[in-house]
């Protein structure tokens, strides 16, 4: 239920995001992001919304071997300022379908998007039954505090250039 308000909500304001990251990227075309906020909100919807993230996935009662997958607990979302509403979508569909909490980090000249889409996405998730603070994201980004944030979470979901991913 929660990752389909995620999906819904995403879809409902996916022209209102992709205007805003282009307003305050410079970035693309505002066609282009509404299409790619569409893809995340929508397309991976359907793609995720069936799979099974937690628990018992695979039984293997022969070799005796049993595959189970479980939540990593608190996951870092770099979100870059080329696709930053889109990014903060589908990182945060995926994580919350795996039962992780997120914590973002908007790339400073994508900081309003990015935050507006994870607000937006957190307010649906909280009135489909998410508890509070699951869906977090940094207000002041800098490298430095995507830094520290990197050290601390539990994995890390990095999108941007090269140099960010090594980090």
Do not use: F
Request: proline content about 4%; charged content about 25%; glycine content about 6%.
């Amino acid at each position: 239920a929660v990752i389909k308000a995620i999906s819904e909500v995403g879809i409902a304001h996916a022209e209102e995001l992709a205007q805003m990251a282009h307003e305050e990227t410079g970035y693309g075309k505002t066609a282009d992001k509404k299409t790619k906020n569409l893809l995340a909100a929508e397309k991976v919807y359907a793609c995720i919304k069936d799979m099974k993230t937690v628990g018992i996935l695979e039984e293997d009662k022969v070799n005796k071997v049993i595959k189970v997958a479980v939540p990593v607990g608190v996951i870092a979302g770099v979100v870059p300022s080329t696709n930053p509403t889109s990014t903060a979508i589908y990182k945060i569909l995926i994580c919350l379908k795996t039962r992780n909490a997120i914590l973002l980090s908007p790339h400073p000249t994508a900081k309003r998007c990015t935050i507006e889409a994870a607000r937006i996405m957190n307010e649906a998730a909280m009135k489909a039954g998410l508890p509070e603070n699951i869906i977090c994201w940094i207000d002041e980004s800098s490298i430095e505090m995507s830094q520290t944030m990197m050290k601390e979470v539990d994995l890390i979901m990095a999108t941007g250039g090269a140099g960010m991913v090594k980090a």
